[in-house]
Every structure is written in C-alpha cells, then in structure tokens.
Antibody, heavy 115, light 112 residues
C-alpha cells in the first residue's frame, strides 16, 4: 500500500536551516507530482511547495518563496524540502502528500523554530 | 488563491443524528473538460494526519464508512455524516485541488 514517511524535523534556531525528507513506497513515485503541506499545531493546513513528477516545475507559497527549495530524487523515491532562513512562524508539522485526487499523506515531521 | 470557507466552525450533534458541514469556494472548482469538481474532504483526529474521506466532491475513499457522503458542485459543497458515531469526533476540512496552490477550509470541529 502507499506509504509516505517524513523525517528530518527537529528544533532549530531562527535563521538556521533544516532539510526534510519524505520516503515514498507502494506507488510509482516518478509519475506523480508531490506536495509539502504544513500545519501549525492546533491550526489549519497550508500548502508549502509542489514539484512535478520530473522535477521540471516547482511552485512555492508566497510565505516560503525564496527561502524553501523543493526537490526530489526519483531513483531513491524520495522528496525533499530544504528550508533556509527559518522563522518562528515556520514552526509546524510538515506533511508530504501525493498530487492526486485521492491523495495520500504521511504522518508528518515536526519543525520547531525557537531561540 | 482560491479561498475555501466552511460553516459552521464547530458543531455538536447527538449520537445517531445527522451532521452537515458546508464548504464554499471563492471560485468554481468544476473543471469543464472532465466535468469533475476538484474538491476533497478530510477528517483529522488529534495527533493524527488528515485522512481522506471524499474526493471528486462525492467519491468515497476505499474503506470509508457509507455514513459519510459528499455533494455539491461549482462553488458549494456539503459533507454529511448520516448517523454520527463516537469515533467521528474530529475536525473536518474541505480542500480544493483545482489550483496548483492547494487551499483548505479553516476546519469544522464535530463533537458529541
């Protein structure tokens, strides 16, 4: 079955960097676009970035543009999110999700930005 | 971005009674070429990721109980739980995937 496993979250100081990973299995990873979506604890859902199946197209939410970079390695079935210049307001649970009508989501990885 | 607005923000329903959640999008999410509404509903319980219930506005995800149903088209959608069970206590989100910039409703908390 479809599985998405995020990792790489943790506690980081403002201005520092963090790289998240999402390991995919159970489907043909290279044929689907992929999203990162985040959720501030106790709050709503916000899309962060999306990448096309072949990585030629990438789009970012205004709140992350210029600071975050989405990428993928189809040979490793893995999605990445490089987060630079982190801010307190980036504190959230980060989920990876398949770009599909019947989208599957991972369990999430928690990023806490705090001094 | 397409703005998704849910109502109500919270809802208390007796066990076995019907729960109805509305979702309105700021623009149509009906794609004319395939006549599909790019609208999904998710259920989220505390400490868990969102779980897909409904996609294409009315298609139930495999394994989802048939007491959950979705309806609507264009800009107005409804999620109905026909007979509320204790395990249905959760926050429910509508979500449009018509636009690359995915957006979500603010959530509706359903309680007993």
């Amino acid at each position: 079955q479809v599985q998405l496993m995020e990792s790489g979250g943790g506690v980081v100081q403002p201005g520092r960097s963090l790289r998240l990973s999402c390991a995919a299995s159970g489907f043909t990873f290279s044929t689907f676009g992929m999203y990162w979506v985040r959720q501030v604890p106790g709050k709503g859902l916000e899309w962060v970035a999306v990448i096309s199946d072949d990585a030629t197209n990438k789009y970012y939410a205004d709140s992350t543009k210029g600071r975050f970079t989405i990428s993928r390695d189809n040979s490793k079935n893995t999605l990445y999110l490089q987060m630079n210049s982190l801010r307190v307001e980036d504190t959230a649970m980060y989920y990876c999700a398949i770009s599909a009508a019947a989208s599957s989501w991972g369990q999430g990885t928690l990023v806490t930005v705090s001094s | 971005d397409i703005v998704m607005t849910q109502s109500p923000d919270s809802l208390a329903v007796s066990l076995g009674e019907r729960a109805t959640i509305k979702c309105k999008s700021s623009q149509s999410v009906l794609y004319s070429s395939n006549k599909q509404n790019y609208l999904a509903w998710y259920q989220q319980k505390p400490g868990q990721p969102p779980k897909l219930l409904i996609y294409w506005a009315s298609t139930r995800e495999s394994g989802v109980p048939d007491r959950f149903s979705g309806s609507g088209s264009g800009t107005d959608f409804t999620l109905t739980i026909s007979s509320l069970q204790a395990e249905d206590v959760a926050v429910y989100y509508c979500h449009q995937y018509y636009s690359t910039a995915w957006t979500f409703g603010q959530g509706t908390k359903v309680e007993i």
